[in-house]
């Protein structure tokens, strides 16, 4: 079986003095680093709808107003190799046109390069799965791509 289409066609993080952050159509991932030896217990993750908090041994590393909402009941966060926190978040709105410009409303957003980069692979990535039997993991895409990209669905087949 090959690997889902966002493993193949790599990732477009968006760097912050703690880790980074990338999405893809349905989630969010926040990779935090913290202090080699971290173990589970130091953590507090706090994840809701709207709103992300994170501290490690009782210091706030994370929290805010999240972009935008998020399935509360899905949201995981794990410990790997007790150095770095992962937390992914669902998004509730799962269409290409809705490219996070940022991790919280007003912070860690993406500057204009990775911002553009990001969209033109959730683009890519709606292609993949309204066209299953093509490969598009190495694809460039070029012209409208905001905002999802054009519409095909009414086209007849």
Not at 120 to 137: A, H, I, V, W, Y
Request: aromatic share 10%; glycine share 8%; charged share 25%.
């Amino acid at each position: 079986m090959s690997a889902p289409f966002e493993e193949r066609s790599g990732v477009v993080p968006c760097g912050t003095p703690w880790g980074r952050w990338y999405q893809t159509l349905e989630e969010v991932f926040i990779e935090v680093q913290v202090p080699p030896g971290t173990r589970a217990k130091d953590v507090r993750c706090n994840l809701q709808s709207r709103h992300i908090a994170l501290a490690v041994g009782g210091r706030e590393l994370l929290q805010g107003k999240l972009f935008d909402s998020t399935v509360t009941d899905e949201g995981t966060w794990t410990l790997e190799d007790r150095k770095l926190i992962r937390i992914v978040l669902m998004k509730t709105n799962r269409d290409a046109g809705n490219c996070w410009t940022s991790l919280l409303e007003n912070d860690y957003a993406a500057d204009p390069w990775v911002q553009d980069q990001m969209q033109r692979k959730l683009t890519l990535e709606r292609f993949q799965r309204e066209n299953p039997g093509f490969d598009f993991s190495g694809a460039e895409i070029s012209g409208n791509y905001s905002k999802g990209g054009p519409d095909f669905s009414n086209l007849e087949k």
